[in-house]
């Protein structure tokens, strides 16, 4: 997923590995569901927290900003001493909703694009789904297995992206791993995703200060040395105009800090030579040739003025869960009927509504596209990763990279439309500027419920 989230707070935002205590931390309870049989479903008391580079960032015992806009400040002028002299702050009960624009009720997650509080204005946020306990992620092991969640997109125009995704981050967020790191995941810390992005704060307990470039167009963001690398799996990435499920395998076991080459970065023009595959195969209905599923209005099979139930399944070579994984299927529930995912219809790509290694060849080859999802090992490397665990993220975000057209528009720019897999949606290649959408667009928002996981066919009404 492209990484563009910002942030803008007057007392400060960043991520710290040193809890502070100006605020109490608190994790609102996100309850999700384990499901057998014929949804016989048992509440699990899962939390929810909040990505530490969203969180306030200053010096111990004080409150001058350690990082401030999108540069570091003079008490982190080196990784080690930005550890001695800084400390991140939990998010109270006032700040979930008041700064950061999330609203959480029961089993329902509310996701507000731009939030203007007292002395704040946010942008987007990223969350995680942590266990009972509160102090490690809730790990899940999705092979043979369907994940299920209620969805309303409704409110999202052109170049916003509601996500819901598993990235392969470390349970405890890295804390006991990284000695620098004394805050771990009950602060949010840890994240990585297959784009190895560059503007995490901290990266295995250390600030990633160094050669650190402050954005050209995102005042809250810059480049850090480090990358933070691992695999991620798009179950949902989506706007009222388009959406698609991604599978972005690696050639690393869960968590990696990357430097040069390896993180495959695009402006050293090393994207294929980086250790995760960055496109992922995608099934894009839109971009696979329907362009009457998904849509505002009645006249499209599902309709995104209204609120949905999205079944993903992870099929297995053998049918258990110890099995490879060889197949990621779709299917919705919407105004109390099962719909039936679309269906490829693109010359050189059999007829077919979910991803599979071959799908993903024939894709790739149709669309004239560079293979690296089968380099990096394809279905089977994600479904290893998945066996290990993953961990849930919730996000909402602009891009400040590529107006998010990669998802709703026609991308890359310098191709014809014409031309097969460059048409991604309806969207005019004009819309997803952040500067449009944050001045305009500020009340945007996302809600997730219902969360579940369970037996295939168990999570949803048939």
């Known amino acids: 997923m492209r990484i563009a989230v910002a ?38 008391g899962t939390k929810v927290t909040m990505d530490s580079n969203w969180r ?37 009960s006032n700040d979930w909703k008041g700064t950061y624009g999330v609203d959480v009720s029961g089993d329902k997650l509310s996701l507000q694009f731009v939030t203007k509080g007292q002395y704040s204005t946010n942008i987007g946020s990223r969350v995680y789904l942590l266990d009972p306990s509160g102090d490690k992620y809730y790990m899940f092991k999705l092979l043979n297995k369907e994940f299920t969640f209620d969805v309303d997109v409704s409110q999202l125009p052109c170049g916003l992206n509601g996500a819901l995704y598993f990235v392969e981050m470390q349970e405890d967020g890295g804390m006991s791993a990284n000695p620098g790191n004394k805050a771990g995941a009950e602060f949010g810390t840890g994240y990585c995703d297959a784009q190895c992005p560059h ?8 600030a990633n200060v160094i050669d650190w470039e402050p954005s050209p167009n995102d005042q809250n963001a810059g480049f850090g040395h480090y990358g933070a690398c691992c695999q991620e799996l798009d179950i949902w990435e989506a706007n009222a105009a388009a959406t698609a499920f991604t599978v972005h395998p690696c050639d690393v076991e869960g968590f990696m800090r990357c430097e040069g080459v390896q993180c495959g970065d695009n402006k050293s023009d090393d994207r294929y030579k980086g250790v995760c595959d960055k ?24 309709d995104t003025t209204k609120p949905m139930t999205v079944v ?22 919407q105004d109390g009927k099962v719909v039936q995912n679309s269906f490829s219809d693109v010359n ?40 290990r665990g993953q961990v849930l993220v919730l996000s909402l975000w602009d891009d400040h990279e590529s107006n998010m057209l990669w998802l709703d ?21 004009s819309s997803g500027d952040p500067a449009d959408l944050e001045n305009n667009y500020g009340n945007s928002k996302v809600v997730f419920s219902k969360i579940r996981i369970g037996e295939i066919g168990s999570t949803y009404p048939a």
Request: charged share 25%.
């Open 7 to 44: 942030i803008v707070l007057a007392i400060g935002v960043a991520n710290a590995q040193n809890p502070g205590d100006e605020k109490v931390n608190l994790n609102p309870a996100l309850p999700m569901e384990i499901c057998t049989g014929n949804q016989q479903c048992q509440q699990v």
């Open 56 to 92: 306030w960032f200053h010096t111990k015992g004080g409150y001058t900003n350690c990082y401030d806009g999108n540069r570091w400040s003079s008490e982190c002028s080196d990784p080690n001493q930005c550890i001695e002299n800084c400390e991140i702050e939990g998010v109270d």
């Open 199 to 206: 503007d995490i704060k901290f990266i295995n307990g250390e």
């Open 279 to 302: 496109d992922g195969c995608d099934f894009h209905t839109w971009r696979l040739g329907n362009r009457n599923f998904y849509g505002e209005g009645g006249n499209f099979q599902i």
């Open 312 to 333: 993903t399944q992870f099929i297995t070579s053998d049918g258990t869960d110890n099995g490879d994984l060889v197949e990621m299927r779709r299917l919705y529930v």
């Open 348 to 387: 050189g790509v059999d007829s077919v509504d979910s991803i599979t290694d071959n799908m993903c060849r024939q894709s790739k080859s149709a669309f004239n596209d560079i293979d690296d999802f089968s380099k990096k090992g394809g279905m089977k490397k994600m479904g290893d990763s998945m066996a």
């Open 409 to 429: 528009s026609d991308f890359p720019l310098d191709r014809d439309p014409s031309e097969p897999g460059v048409s991604r949606g309806p969207c005019p290649t």
